[in-house]
């Protein structure tokens, strides 16, 4: 077990340019077995039920379709309850849209697939850790950290932090500050 390092290659508020810079990414990136995954902050079943109908093809875990059938709009077992949803990749963006229209803190996650090598830094393909994600309305790769006005899209690579520029170039952009450690 371990954990991945990611590298901060934008911070904006402008939806679009977050979007195209992950197209641009996941073109890099080798396998078809890409996912998009969320996992979005809520506070009650009223939020949970309404995110669950904004997304209704999004796949999830039997006990949050339970929370979500439960009446009322009783706060969750938990201070944060984390919902983790999946679509098919090209669902992402639209999905990300609906989802920010009333759950304004998560985060999506573009994962399963792999960097290719890069044979000139003395790189292999890597697929361990590979992700694309972008955090809204907060600056870091977990959804506890405080809350931002902006939103960052980071690069998940294998800790080399020339792996995490090459990709960056790929893609007509730069790391933009520090690694930080992922889950």
Not at 140 to 169: C, I, K, N, Q
Request: glycine share 6%; hydrophobic share 45%.
């Amino acid at each position: 077990m371990g954990h991945s390092t990611a590298y901060p290659l934008l911070t904006t508020t402008d939806l679009d340019a977050l979007f195209a810079l992950a197209e641009r990414l996941l073109v890099v990136a080798e396998g078809s077995d890409a996912r998009a995954e969320f996992w979005v902050r809520v506070p009650g079943r009223e939020q949970l039920r309404r995110l669950l109908a904004a997304v209704p093809g999004a796949e999830t875990t039997a006990r949050v379709r339970a929370d979500a059938a439960e009446p009322g709009d009783h706060p969750l077992s938990e201070d944060l309850y984390l919902i983790d949803l999946a679509v098919p990749v090209q669902d992402a963006v639209e999905t990300a849209r609906a989802v920010l229209e009333f759950c304004p803190r998560f985060q999506l996650t573009w994962d399963s697939f792999g960097w290719p090598p890069v044979p000139e830094l003395g790189h292999a393909a890597h697929f361990k850790y590979a992700a694309v994600q972008i955090s809204f309305h907060h600056r870091h790769v977990a959804l506890d950290e405080d809350p931002a006005p902006d939103h960052t899209l980071y690069v998940h690579a294998d800790g080399h932090d020339d792996r995490a520029e090459w990709l960056a170039r790929q893609a007509g952009a730069e790391v933009i500050g520090p690694p930080l450690e992922g889950p």
